[in-house]
């Protein structure tokens, strides 16, 4: 199985809606990370948490939201879908116990809003 | 600010032929870095990272990476490619050793590799 999975893998929404992506790992890492790549723009951090109780705003966080439900678990919201959020989203984890800052990444969510 | 450039947004080499991916950053002290590849629908695969010692480093699928400090540089390098190697490959860079937990990417090299 999967260390790092994302739900769905593929998502088609229309302006307006809330989509809520899921990811969940069982790397036992404390830190997860929210990412969107956007073809030529490499990955943009969107959002990113140290532990359940520590959530930090990434580079491009307006119109997201996150929730860390448990060490495992991260989750991504668009609020009020809009076509430039058109993109496709991975989540990442890392250990900090490993002084490396080496992520570990899911397989991604491609998002299309229309 | 650190920062990341791939001058290559795309490289097409030969299957057979030997490879070599720029990777130059932007940063005050010697940072961690790492190189991952992204092959078609999937996510990103580690292929090797760099934090201390020996500068030049061995990763997975054959590739390795110099770490040159006077060119603030980690070039990825390959002696022969396969077609399976056709993919997108990204430097990324973390602040050494303050444990940030943050990566900054580059853009990304789109490589195509002809039979």
């Known amino acids: 199985d999967a260390d790092v999975t994302q739900t769905p893998r593929n998502r088609i929404t229309k302006t307006g809606k809330r989509i809520m992506l899921e990811c969940s790992q069982t790397?036992?890492?404390?830190?997860m990370y929210w990412y969107r790549q956007d073809p030529g723009l490499g990955l943009q951090l969107i959002y990113y948490?140290?532990?359940?109780?520590?959530?930090n705003k990434g580079e491009i966080s307006d119109g997201y939201s996150v929730s860390r439900q448990a060490q495992a678990k991260f989750s991504l919201s668009l609020e009020s879908a809009i076509p430039n959020q058109t993109a496709l989203y991975f989540c990442?984890?890392?250990?900090?116990?490993?002084?490396?800052?080496?992520?570990?990444f899911g397989p991604g969510t491609r998002l299309t809003v229309l | 600010a650190q920062s990341v450039t791939q001058p290559d947004i795309h490289i097409t080499v030969s299957e057979g032929a030997s490879l070599e991916l720029r990777c130059n950053y932007s940063?005050?002290?010697?940072?961690?870095l790492f190189w991952y590849v992204q092959s078609p629908g999937q996510g990103l695969q580690l292929l090797l990272k760099?934090?201390?010692?020996?500068?030049l480093v061995q990763g997975i699928k054959g590739f390795e990476a110099e770490f040159k400090r006077s060119q603030s540089s980690f070039n990825l390098r390959k002696p022969s490619v396969h077609w399976s190697d056709a993919a997108e490959y990204f430097c990324?860079?973390?602040?050494?050793?303050?444990?940030?937990?943050?990566?900054?990417f580059g853009q990304g090299t789109t490589l195509q590799v002809k039979p």
């Open positions: 990324a860079v973390a602040p050494g050793s303050s444990n940030t937990g943050k990566l900054i």
């Open positions: 790397k036992g890492h404390d830190r």
């Open positions: 940063y005050g002290a010697t940072p961690y």
């Open positions: 948490s140290f532990d359940v109780k520590d959530i």
């Open positions: 990442a984890t890392s250990d900090s116990r490993g002084y490396t800052d080496t992520q570990y």
């Open positions: 760099y934090f201390s010692g020996d500068t």
